[in-house]
T-cell receptor
Framework: DTGVSQNPRHKITKRGQNVTFRCDPI?????LYWYRQTLGQGPEFLTY????????KSRLLSDRFSAERPKGSFSTLEIQRTEQGDSAMYLC?????????????FGSGTRLTVV | GQQVMQIPQYQHVQEGEDFTTYCNSS?????IQWYKQRPGGHPVFLIQ?????EVKKQKRLTFQFGEAKKNSSLHITATQTTDVGTYFC??????????FGAGTQVVVTP
């Protein structure tokens, strides 16, 4: 297992376009999280899954954002009608369902730039 | 949700010196985790503290959890250039999601 994998690493899109990011977690981990990080800030929670169930969504996640985790494996995060304010690093993390006692493993992130 | 405050926001350290970064909360923390993010990288888990007054060491890094579980600290001795990065503290809530502080950005001068 090579850890948490995110694709693409970078995405530049025009305002108004839709984008989709993919996250492949560590296979033994049943929890998967999406975070967003802007320059100089800590990661902000967006949403998380336990297996295939989406258990919580942040108020930061507007109706333009949707996330899925079919079959409890990989996850996708889609942003519709992108805005310049969506420009950020989107981080995926996975963990065991032990309240994170083992720590969270983050992927390298997808850097989104909306022009 | 729970908000953890980190101070200082920036820390310039001469190589070989010691420094400490702090994580504070106005309410009791159930636990605290520390992560390190290198420039251009992603957060990497360092440690979790759960018990009141807990102290854990990892080589030159010493992590403490306050007696009242409202604060935590990370102390690095004999700073090296490899210590460059941003150090985040974070609490996991009852659902297991992380609430991060804003981080302490550490710059090491040779």
């Amino acid at each position: 297992d090579t850890g948490v994998s995110q694709n693409p690493r970078h995405k530049i899109t025009k305002r108004g376009q839709n984008v989709t990011f993919r996250c492949d977690p560590i296979s033994e981990h049943n929890r998967l999280y999406w975070y967003r990080q802007t320059l100089g800030q800590g990661p902000e929670f967006l949403t998380y899954f336990q297996n295939e169930a989406q258990l919580e969504k942040s108020r930061l996640l507007s109706d333009r954002f949707s996330a899925e985790r079919p079959k409890g494996s990989f996850s996708t995060l889609e942003i519709q009608r992108t805005e310049q304010g969506d420009s950020a690093m989107y981080l995926c993390a996975s963990s065991y369902s032990d309240r994170g006692r083992s720590g969270y493993t983050f992927g390298s992130g997808t850097r989104l730039t909306v022009v | 949700g729970q908000q953890v405050m980190q101070i200082p926001q920036y820390q310039h350290v001469q190589e070989g010196e010691d420094f400490t970064t702090y994580c504070n909360s106005s309410t009791t923390l159930s636990n605290i985790q520390w992560y390190k993010q290198r420039p251009g990288g992603h957060p990497v888990f360092l440690i979790q503290l759960v018990k009141s007054g807990e102290v854990k060491k990892q080589k030159r890094l010493t992590f403490q959890f306050g007696e009242a579980k409202k604060n935590s600290s990370l102390h690095i001795t004999a700073t090296q250039t490899t210590d460059v990065g941003t150090y985040f503290c974070a609490e996991t809530d009852s659902w297991g999601k992380l609430q991060f502080g804003a981080g302490t950005q550490v710059v090491v001068t040779p």
